[in-house]
């Protein structure tokens, strides 16, 4: 964490070690009261809270694009519900697939490539989406395509006969998903039995 703070602040190394090293110490309780310090540390706390979410949303999303060969055209969600009145099942894919290309937070990239983009040349009403509502819609889609994989490595595990619950304070190794066209075989099999 210091070599990140180093060469956002453009500091050296050291001189950040040290710095971090006397504030979380003993120096940093001994300058500030203690209720700044706790305060301090709490909002420390959210924003890795809210950074690990973060970090957890970008690869949901990542990975349930990657079990699809084309994303842009198939992305669909198969467990979760993600129906809404102003979004169509094409907004949602192209809204996913520019979430993971362009990262969390970048709406106003994401608004930029819906104008640029010629598949929605006429759809005026999502052209015209303000960035927070796209943002928001994102997030969702995101939460959502969390979920989905949640679900599809639950379902992996169990064919595998691995562990399907993580010890307290750990979590489960990752498993590698089959491709989408091979899950929508695997369920037209379990539909005809």
Request: hydrophobic fraction near 35%.
């Amino acid at each position: 964490a210091a070599i990140k703070i180093a060469n956002y602040v453009g500091k050296p190394d050291a001189e950040v070690a040290k710095f971090i090293a006397s504030y979380w110490g003993e120096v940093g309780k001994q300058r500030i009261s203690e209720h700044e310090y706790d305060r301090v540390l709490k909002l420390v706390e959210k924003g890795e809270r809210k950074l690990s979410e973060n970090k957890s949303l970008e690869r949901g999303t990542r990975v349930l694009i990657s079990i699809f060969d084309n994303p842009w055209e198939e992305l669909e969600f198969s467990h979760e519900k993600t129906k809404d009145k102003l979004f169509s099942a094409d907004n949602d894919r192209y809204l996913l697939c520019w979430a993971h290309k362009y990262g969390y937070g970048q709406w106003g990239a994401i608004k930029m490539a819906i104008r640029r983009s010629p598949k929605f040349r006429f759809d005026y009403l999502f052209r015209s989406l303000p960035v927070d509502q796209l943002g928001r819609r994102c997030e969702h889609l995101m939460r959502a395509a969390v979920k989905e994989v949640e679900h599809l490595e639950r379902k992996e595990r169990e064919s595998q006969g691995l562990p399907t619950e993580a010890a307290e304070g750990e979590e489960l190794p990752p498993v590698k998903l089959k491709p989408f066209r091979v899950l929508q075989q695997q369920r037209r099999l379990e539909r005809i039995k």
